[in-house]
């Protein structure tokens, strides 16, 4: 605080340094106070927060902080009352020592603005320091017959304080001798001067003592005191003198230490030991004291310290020369001290943050930096650059503040993080520089969705697979960071066969792989088509979809079908007709068999497996053709028993047999004439054995017959009820389903050269079957098996002892591909045969069978096949 007497002269002061303050911030940014110095700590400047216009509470809010330089912190910010207190002992003679005027700088910061305030302090004097002298005692030597009014220099007086609390007066103790004289110097010090006032005779009295007070002007006024001891020596009439009044030198601020400066030179007129000169300084400050030395006998200044530019560029030193008796003379000394480029840039951190959104918008605000250079002219000249081509620029702030501001939008998925290096290079020569580095980390936003090395994805599995197989695995990669980059993954909905996908397709979320919930048959589909979405965690979440083919594999899980001969189910036995005269290779039937399976596994390959009489037929390996390996002899049993395997390729693999029965007889009339054609044996002598086997043959030939006459008789049968239920629906097949009529043209075209007509006349043994002429392709299409029928019947009417009486005219078409022989009936005028009613004409259920007055061919059961599979 200020001192009680010195109160109400300094509160005027303050408050207009308060007022100029204000009025210089408003109009350039500047605050301005004024303090007297030796204030204690925690005193008050100024209210600060109001000259920012803000109110106390937003000190902190805002961060509101000191930035200035220095070794010590001289004032600090009160956030309670928002005023700027002084935060230690303010000594102005050790601030600004000599200095007029003693102003310190500081810059306040705003940090939420990131504004910069200039703040000028004014330290006023207060007399806290007495005038003294270096040397508290002075010997000066006068010669007995110096002449009155003779001047002699006194020391001169230091007061570190300024204006009227400096140097003011000096006083000397009361003699009769002497008397004080103070003269001004051109650069306003007061220098006394000792002036004799009668003559001195050394006799009378050898040694005079004196008092030299220096006083201020202060309140109170402050005095200090030296001791001087006038001594009268012999005559002496001759004063050095200097060959110069002044001396100047310039000298490098980086000169070692002990260099010699200047060499002073004074003479002396006299002899002996009265022209020996001595040198001292005479006036010089406290500074230039300790850091320039003055010898004693041969006038050299030389440097016992360092010189700093940067704290002192000029020193001015006064300097004397005396002889033994005392005599002195006066010369100044002025020595410049030359700059030279050794202080790097200094460069500060201010303010800086340490991420930013890689969406930031150009100009975003990084760092504030403070740059100075202690050196003066071009070694104080600082030039501020980013090293490396980075995106970032340096803008010019306040005062040597520079601003570090991004240049271009970020991206971190190209640059997570960047290291700035700042340097700051002066121009001095050579030019010395100072760097920083900042690093600067990239906040990562969701701006990329997951994206899938394939555009698209194919998977096998083959069928028959067990619930819960691992079927297939995605992938996707999202460029971003943290929860931005986590991926999940779904299927998109779809529906197969008439069930959601989900029920068949599995995907874990969180690895991507895919699981069958359910078992597949390659035979109800090949190939399913699935959406699979990768999805991010971030907000909003980006995703990405990716189209994946799962191919169902086929394996030999069906064995082959046999689609023709098809057995009747009443328990007859379908018989395949086969002339005598058929040369080899005559074609007697096929074997018609499909494999639900595909490729290797549906490739069909027919064999013999047994035969009544090897060598008889012989069966196409591919085809399932039934030919004559050879001509029919007359021994040839007339039934023949075939069993053929189908057998598919393949692993392992399986296979099916039909048993085939073939009667060899031109007709089915020669088949009854055949069995009792038989020869009685002429010679009754003949061996018991032939007896024997003629017995045999004669009983298997009745059974035969006996056998042949029945099956005419059941086939006969129902073949009335067949022709009734024909007559009734108008000639139509009833009963038949309507599925049995689905099927390809051209299958329907290549089973119909399989098909047998059969015509009957009224003579039975002229009655004749007519064998088809082949026509056929190894490989049948179809992928529905016939239902099974009833073989082919000869039908007429018969009277009681079983002989055919009145045979219609009767006329049968085979469908193979329908799987039934169609049969046509009779036109009763003009005997011409009419198609019976077609199937898909419903049966009236209201009609009653009628006896059959008319022959007609039942429904032939037609070998079907299915499609052969696709190679």
Not at 29 to 41: A, D, G, H, M
Not at 539 to 548: A, D, E, F, I, R
Request: aromatic share 6%; glycine share 6%.
């Amino acid at each position: 605080m200020i001192p009680a007497h010195l109160h109400r002269g300094c509160e005027g002061l303050i408050l207009l340094g308060v007022l100029l303050g204000i009025l210089w911030e408003t109009g350039c940014t500047q605050i301005r106070y004024s303090v007297p110095e030796e204030l204690e700590k925690g005193s008050i400047v100024g209210n600060i927060v109001h000259d920012l216009g803000l109110e106390p509470q937003e000190l902190a809010e805002r961060g509101v902080r000191i930035v200035s330089r220095g070794r010590m912190q001289l004032f600090a910010l009160n956030w309670r009352s928002g005023t700027l207190i002084t935060a230690g002992r303010i000594d102005r003679e050790e601030l600004c020592m000599g200095a007029i005027k003693c102003q310190l700088n500081l810059e306040i910061l705003i940090e939420d603005k990131v504004k910069i305030y200039g703040v000028e302090i004014e330290v006023r004097d207060v007399n806290d320091n007495a005038p003294y002298f270096r040397e508290g005692e002075l010997e000066i030597k006068m010669i007995e017959n110096a002449a009155t009014g003779m001047r002699f220099p006194l020391p001169h007086a230091w007061d570190p304080d300024i204006g009227k609390n400096s140097l003011q007066s000096y006083d000397l103790s009361p003699n009769t001798y002497f008397s004080l004289d103070v003269q001004s110097g051109t650069d306003g010090n007061k220098y006394p001067e000792l002036v004799l006032e009668r003559s001195l005779d050394r006799e009378e009295k050898a040694v005079h003592h004196l008092v030299l007070t220096a006083s201020d002007g202060g309140d109170p006024i402050r005095s200090g005191t030296a001791r001087i001891r006038v001594t009268v020596v012999d005559v002496n009439d001759n004063s050095p003198v200097f060959t110069q009044s002044e001396y100047r030198v310039s000298v490098l601020e980086n000169v070692a230490v002990g260099t010699q400066l200047l060499l002073l030179n004074a003479t002396d007129l006299d002899e002996g030991a009265n022209s020996e000169v001595t040198y001292s300084f005479r006036y010089v400050d406290d500074k230039a004291v300790q850091i320039f030395k003055l010898d004693y006998n041969s006038g050299t200044i030389s440097t016992i310290g360092e010189l700093n530019h940067e704290e002192s560029e000029f020193y001015e030193m006064e300097v004397q020369a005396m002889d033994n008796a005392g005599y002195s003379a006066r010369a100044k000394v002025l020595i410049t001290v030359l700059d030279v480029n050794d202080n790097a840039p200094e460069l500060v951190v201010t303010s800086l943050i340490s991420s930013v959104l890689e969406d930031s918008p150009r100009g975003t605000l990084i760092a504030l930096l403070n740059i100075n250079d202690q050196d003066s002219k071009e070694n104080g000249q600082v030039i501020c650059s980013i090293q490396g081509n980075l995106p970032f620029k340096l803008e010019k702030s306040y005062g040597n503040y520079y601003s570090l501001v991004t240049n271009t939008v970020l991206d971190r998925e190209q640059v997570p993080s960047y290291n700035i290096t700042v340097t700051a290079t002066d121009q001095g020569s050579p030019p010395l520089s100072t760097e920083t580095h900042i690093l600067l980390n990239v906040a990562d936003i969701n701006d990329n969705p997951p994206a899938f090395p394939q555009a698209s994805y194919s998977a096998y599995i083959p069928e028959n697979n067990p619930r819960g197989t691992s079927i297939f695995s995605v992938s996707a990669k999202d460029p971003d960071a943290d929860e931005n980059a986590q991926v999940t993954y779904s299927l998109a909905e779809n529906i197969l066969q008439g069930a959601p996908l989900s029920l068949s397709v599995s995907i874990n979320s969180d690895t991507g792989v895919l699981y069958a919930l359910r078992s597949f048959d390659y035979e109800q589909f090949r190939e399913l088509q699935l959406w699979v979405t990768a999805r991010d965690s971030g907000t909003p979440s980006l995703s990405s979809n990716v189209s994946l083919n799962i191919f169902i594999m086929d394996q030999n899980d069906n064995a082959p079908e046999i689609l023709y001969p098809i057995f009747p189910t009443d328990g007859s036995t379908g018989v395949e007709l086969a002339p005598r005269s058929a040369e080899p290779g005559y074609l007697v039937t096929k074997v018609v068999a499909v494999d639900r399976d595909s490729g290797q596994n549906a490739w069909l390959s027919y064999r013999l497996l047994k035969a009544s009489e090897p060598g008889l037929f012989s069966v196409g390996l591919h085809s399932g053709e039934v030919r004559t390996a050879r001509a029919l002899q007359d021994r040839d049993a007339l039934k023949q028993s075939l069993v053929v395997v189908v057998q598919d390729h393949g692993q392992p693999p399986l296979s099916a047999t039909v048993t085939l029965t073939v009667a060899v007889a031109d007709s089915i009339p020669d088949v009854l004439a055949d069995l009792s054609s038989l020869e009685t044996p002429a010679n009754q002598d003949n061996s018991g054995l032939t007896l024997y086997l003629v017995v045999a043959v004669t009983s298997v030939s009745c059974v035969f017959l006996i056998f042949v006459i029945v099956l005419l008789a059941l086939r006969l049968k129902r073949w009335h009820k067949s022709s009734r239920l024909l007559q009734t629906s108008g000639g139509g097949l009833a009963g038949v389903p309507a599925t049995q009529f689905v099927g390809v043209d051209g299958m329907q075209a290549f089973l119909q050269t399989y098909s047998h007509e059969i015509s009957l006349t009224a003579d039975s043994r002229k009655s004749h079957l007519i064998f088809p002429r082949p026509n056929y392709a190894d490989t049948l299409i179809s992928h529905d098996s016939c239902e099974k029928s009833e073989p082919l019947l000869l039908s007429g009417d018969f009277s009681k002892d079983n002989t055919l009486v009145q045979p219609a005219l009767a006329h049968s078409s085979c469908n193979y591909w329908l799987g039934l022989c169609v049969p046509l009936s009779s036109n009763e005028d003009d005997g011409d045969l009419a198609p019976a009613r077609p199937l898909s004409e419903p049966r009236d259920e209201t009609e009653t069978e009628q006896p059959a007055s008319k022959s007609t061919a039942s429904i032939k059961p037609c070998p079907t096949r299915r499609p052969a599979p696709k190679r």
